[in-house]
T-cell receptor, first 112, second 111 residues
């Protein structure tokens, strides 16, 4: 059984560009959460998707948007990239009624 | 707003030592507390999950305790090994299904 998978592993973009990151949840899981982890910091919650709807959102600007598909996979989109968006982006999956989350390996985004 | 603090920020010990990592949180109205391990540049691996009704959880050489009233949790690592070198993160779960993370303790165990 595959765990949470994320693609791509690494990504380099230029300021002002747009980026899309992808996540496939662990089998049997129906919620997907996205986190941003800057170097030396703990993960910061971006948003969570459940039943294809955004259920919760953290303190991130509208440049950060997402989507969940019927197969529960999810995308994170970031528009108008800033240098400060450089970070490790983590995806976590779980079930709708559980607080326990399983994390993927992350996507390292570098904005130059 | 929940705030989570982890002390110490970094720790370097010789192999074989028993370790205690600390996590404190400001709002005691929590649903659970989870300890994670993170290797450099990698994702998070769950180590132990303590529900709010529990006092501790054990897995192998790891033991995590929870004291909600004082807003504290400790992760005890027995007989540390070089393979334990990683960053250890504490995450507190509240009513919104969203965990609040600390900044982690960076552990180095040298042979």
């Amino acid at each position: 059984d595959a765990g949470v998978t994320q693609s791509p592993t690494h990504l380099i973009k230029t300021r002002g560009q747009q980026v899309t990151l992808r996540c496939s949840p662990k089998s049997g899981h129906d919620t997907v959460s996205w986190y941003q982890q800057a170097l030396g910091q703990g993960p910061q919650f971006i948003f969570q998707y459940y039943e294809e709807e955004e259920r919760q959102r953290g303190n991130f600007p509208d440049r950060f948007s997402g989507h969940q598909f019927p197969n529960y996979s999810s995308e994170l989109n970031v528009n108008a990239l800033l240098l400060g968006d450089s970070a490790l982006y983590l995806c976590a999956s779980g079930t709708g009624g559980s607080y326990e989350q399983y994390f993927g390996p992350g996507t390292r985004l570098t904005v130059t | 707003k929940q705030e989570v603090t982890q002390i110490p920020a970094a720790l370097s010990v010789p192999e074989g030592e028993n370790l205690v990592l600390n996590c404190s949180f400001t709002d005691s109205a929590i649903y659970n507390l989870q300890w994670f391990r993170q290797d450099p540049g990698k994702g998070l691996t769950s180590l132990l999950l303590i529900q709010s009704s529990q006092r501790e959880q054990t897995s192998g050489r790891l033991n995590a305790s929870l004291d909600k009233s004082s807003g504290r949790s400790t992760l005890y690592i027995a007989a540390s090994q070089p393979g334990d070198s990683a960053t250890y993160l504490c995450a507190v779960g509240g009513g919104s299904y969203i965990p609040t993370f600390g900044r982690g303790t960076s552990l180095i165990v040298h042979p």
